[in-house]
């Protein structure tokens, strides 16, 4: 089947589901792209931890649906640990939120929140 065929089947087969969940986004639809696009599942982060602050009082942990690595070694950079966040934010590529087809907001500053 040629890729463009393949990237058709998905969307029309996400398309027949009745979305109830954000993770039925995700199981339905973002890791069949990202299987797609070719990128290797061990460099695949879901529901990874982000920080953030306002100030210098730290905001409560968020999770990214998905964040995308040019490394395998995440599992052991999920804390707030200065080390560990410059790990992250050498070796991170791409964030993805997924969102229910009724919930997409006009702009989402969810997604840009945490690829910062």
Same mark, same amino acid.
């Given at each position: 089947?040629?890729?463009?065929?393949?990237?058709?089947?998905?969307?029309?087969?996400?398309?027949?589901?009745?979305?109830?969940?954000? $993770?039925?986004? %995700? %199981? $339905?639809?973002?890791?069949?792209?990202?299987?797609?696009?070719?990128?290797? %599942?061990?460099?695949?982060?879901?529901?990874?931890?982000?920080?953030?602050? %306002?100030?210098? $009082?730290?905001?409560?942990?968020?999770?990214? #649906?998905?964040?995308?690595? #040019? #490394?395998?070694?995440?599992?052991?950079?999920?804390?707030? #640990?200065?080390?560990?966040?410059?790990?992250?934010?050498?070796?991170?590529?791409?964030?993805?939120?997924?969102?229910?087809?009724?919930?997409?907001? +006009? +702009?989402?500053?969810?997604?840009?929140?945490?690829?910062?």
């Amino acid at each position: 089947m040629l890729r463009q065929e393949e990237l058709v089947k998905i969307i029309a087969t996400y398309h027949l589901s009745h979305i109830q969940s954000e $993770k039925e986004v %995700s %199981s $339905k639809l973002i890791n069949d792209l990202i299987e797609w696009l070719g990128y290797p %599942s061990q460099f695949r982060a879901e529901e990874f931890p982000v920080y953030g602050n %306002s100030g210098s $009082k730290p905001l409560p942990v968020q999770h990214a #649906d998905f964040v995308l690595f #040019d #490394d395998a070694n995440f599992a052991s950079d999920r804390s707030r #640990d200065q080390s560990q966040l410059n790990w992250v934010y050498n070796h991170s590529l791409l964030v993805v939120e997924a969102k229910k087809p009724d919930e997409m907001p +006009i +702009i989402n500053t969810q997604p840009q929140f945490y690829s910062a």
